[in-house]
């Protein structure tokens, strides 16, 4: 095997970590009584015990990197969670 032909071979390995973090990053946001309540979490997860009767929506902060937030959910209002694509950044 000649030299350019190893060089063909290596090409694809060394163009794999090229094009930055241009992909869109998939993001959450959350609506409750007709009103965006969250925007920028990555997920959701709806606690199973109720908190003085009241939902509580546990996300990891989008803001404050390594810290969790909390919704409370008010008795009788609806939450919709639905994915938001964005650019990367």
Known sequence: MRLWQVGWLLLPMVLVGCG???KPAATL???CGGSVA???TRSVD???DQVNGR???SFPD???R????TLTVAPGDRCSIAPVIGSGG
Do not use: C, E, I, R
């Open 46 to 48: 709806v606690l199973g």
């Open 20 to 22: 930055g973090d241009d």
């Open 62 to 64: 989008p803001v404050n």
């Open 66 to 69: 390594g810290k969790t937030g």
């Open 38 to 40: 969250l925007v920028g």
């Open 55 to 57: 939902t509580t929506l």
């Open 29 to 31: 946001s959350v609506t």
